[in-house]
T-cell receptor
Framework: KQEVTQIPAALSVPEGENLVLNCSFTDSAIYNLQWFRQDPGKGLTSLLLIQSSQREQTSGRLNASLDKSSGRSTLYIAASQPGDSATYLCAVAGIYNQGGKLIFGQGTELSVKP | NAGVMQNPRHLVRRRGQEARLRCSPMKGHSHVYWYRQLPEEGLKFMVYLQKENIIDESGMPKERFSAEFPKEGPSILRIQQVVRGDSAAYFC????????????FGDGTRLSIL
């Protein structure tokens, strides 16, 4: 059974700092891993999707890496801003579920202080 | 290009009533997914549908819950005879066909049971 864990559960940093969020999963049989952000009372915004054959994806100040063999992914945020404050979720799509079912971690609540 | 549209945003029902949640996928998306976020818990997969077909309903409770995605019109998640434990945020996501397509989420329906 796939389990996804995110560490830390909460993180507070001063503005401008670079930071790393961690995600681990127990079953490496995945199609892809997706990172989302969720603002309070809102839905999820897709940030990056990494296919199982890829090592990393970049979008602006965000860089996500994937090490499928060790069951780990990291989300790197450069030069953090107060607008980055949100809950960040990682989710994996397993190959045993026709790729449709996402298994989510519990999230990391990020607070960037001005 | 409108995103995933869910309505209503908030729904209040009394115990024993029926709740109907609607989801219109993004234009060009033929796959719909429903997730539930209980208070203080992470997002849990419920069901994966394509037009007129249920592909994976492994996360759906066996009783009272049903979902459909008809040929015409939005996807509907129906909860019959609601109980207090059904209070949660229900999110819909959609994607194009293909295993490595990102899922795009709506803003959710907050269901409260009195």
């Amino acid at each position: 059974k796939q389990e996804v864990t995110q560490i830390p559960a909460a993180l507070s940093v001063p503005e401008g700092e670079n930071l790393v969020l961690n995600c681990s999963f127990t079953d490496s049989a995945i199609y892809n891993l997706q990172w989302f952000r969720q603002d309070p009372g809102k839905g999820l915004t897709s940030l990056l999707l990494i296919q199982s054959s890829q090592r990393e994806q970049t979008s602006g100040r965000l860089n996500a890496s994937l090490d499928k063999s060790s069951g780990r992914s990291t989300l790197y945020i450069a030069a953090s801003q107060p607008g980055d404050s949100a809950t960040y979720l990682c989710a994996v799509a397993g190959i045993y579920n026709q790729g449709g079912k996402l298994i989510f971690g519990q999230g990391t609540e990020l607070s960037v202080k001005p | 290009n409108a995103g995933v549209m869910q309505n209503p945003r908030h729904l209040v029902r009394r115990r024993g009533q029926e709740a109907r949640l609607r989801c219109s996928p993004m234009k060009g998306h033929s796959h719909v997914y429903w997730y539930r976020q209980l208070p203080e818990e992470g997002l849990k997969f419920m069901v994966y549908l394509q037009k007129e077909n249920i592909i994976d309903e492994s996360g759906m409770p066996k009783e009272r819950f049903s979902a459909e995605f008809p040929k015409e019109g939005p996807s509907i998640l129906r909860i019959q005879q609601v109980v207090r434990g059904d209070s949660a945020a229900y999110f819909c996501a959609s994607s194009p066909a293909g295993r490595n397509q990102p899922q795009h989420f709506g803003d959710g329906t907050r269901l409260s049971i009195l």
